[in-house]
Structures are given as structure tokens and as C-alpha cells.
């Protein structure tokens, strides 16, 4: 199980989710934001991670604790041997080139994560044999609110930018017929 977690703080540390959601999320998983939204099976949910990661140059994970409780049958399969995870964490988010401004460094997020993982759902599938069935994320929203106008600033700033390149090769190659 501590196998499994690791790997998973390391895929998403790495900002590399470019592999298969299969590997890490089940494809009937259900993931609770502390916003309200639900994100219904693993594809969703890989692909609601990477636009909320793709922002920033770098996350890291800081665990406080991380506790595993065996899941009542009650509430899952007890064929899966599920277990929870619930883990005391603050993440850490950062951009390659710094606002100016006191506080601006980067952006720590106190949050609350649980996983209830277990036996993969799809033979092949999952990491270790296993894999995310259920999650949920708890975080203070208000610690985003003075940073969130210049993450937003600087996505604008790439997606124009990106656009602008787009546009004058386009341009230059219309030159060049």
C-alpha cells in the first residue's frame, strides 16, 4: 500500500500525467472536491488533474501523517480489500517566474486527501495491482483567493501568447507560398 502511495506522490509531483488515468484511478472512481464538484471515473478525474496541475512549473507534496484503515464491508467489497488513506498535507505550488510581491513565492495549501484504495477493477490494470476507487479532498479554499487573479493573469498570458506564435507562423508560411 505504502509502495503504491509513493508511486502515486511521485507521478503527481512530477507533473507528468501523461500516462493513463487506468494506472493509478479506477474506472468507476468517484472523487469529491471540497468544492462540491464530482468527478465521475478515472478519466475524468486524470483529466480535471492535469488542467488543475498544468498551471504550475512545479507541486510538491508535504505529508504530516498518513493513516490506513481497512474499509468496512459495509461500505465496499470486502473481495477488493479496500483500504482508507487518509493523509494531512500541505502542497506546495510554484510558477518558474515569480510575481513580484510579498507572499508571491509560491502557493501552500493546507488539504485533507482521502483514498480508498484496493484491488485494481480491471486485471492489467492499476499500479501494483491496485488502485484509487473513491477520493476525496478537503482544503481551505480562501488560501487561493490573493494568489488566484495572477494564476488566472498568467494562464491567459500563455494560452495569448501561445495563440500569438500560432498566429505568425501561420502568417509566415502564408508569406512564404
Not at 488515468?21 to 478519466?43: L, Q, R, W
Not at 488533474?49 to 498544468?54: A, I, P, R
Not at 481497512?70 to 502542497?91: G, H, L, R
Not at 488502485?131 to 481551505?140: C, P, Y
Request: with cysteine; net charge neutral.
Amino acid at each position: 500500500m505504502l509502495s503504491f502511495l509513493g508511486r502515486y506522490n511521485d507521478k503527481v509531483d512530477s507533473l507528468d500525467l501523461s500516462g493513463s488515468y487506468h494506472d493509478y484511478y479506477a474506472p468507476s472512481c468517484k472523487f469529491y472536491n471540497t468544492n462540491g464538484a464530482v468527478y465521475d471515473g478515472g478519466e475524468a478525474i486524470w483529466t480535471w488533474m492535469k488542467g488543475l496541475f498544468g498551471v504550475f512549473d512545479t507541486v510538491r507534496h508535504e505529508h504530516k501523517s498518513i493513516r490506513i484503515f481497512p474499509a468496512a464491508a459495509e461500505e465496499w467489497d470486502p473481495a477488493s480489500n479496500a483500504q482508507w488513506v487518509f493523509i494531512d498535507s500541505t502542497t506546495f505550488f510554484q510558477f518558474a517566474k515569480k510575481p513580484s510581491g510579498p507572499d508571491q513565492d509560491e502557493i501552500q495549501m493546507p488539504r485533507f486527501l482521502g483514498f480508498l484504495v484496493g484491488k485494481s477493477e480491471v486485471e492489467g490494470q492499476g499500479t501494483d495491482g491496485l488502485q484509487i476507487l473513491q477520493a476525496k479532498v478537503w482544503r481551505d479554499t480562501r488560501t487561493l483567493v490573493p494568489k488566484q487573479a495572477w494564476a488566472v493573469q498568467r494562464v491567459l498570458r500563455r494560452l495569448t501568447i501561445g495563440a500569438f506564435e500560432r498566429h505568425e507562423i501561420n502568417r509566415s508560411e502564408s508569406r512564404d507560398r
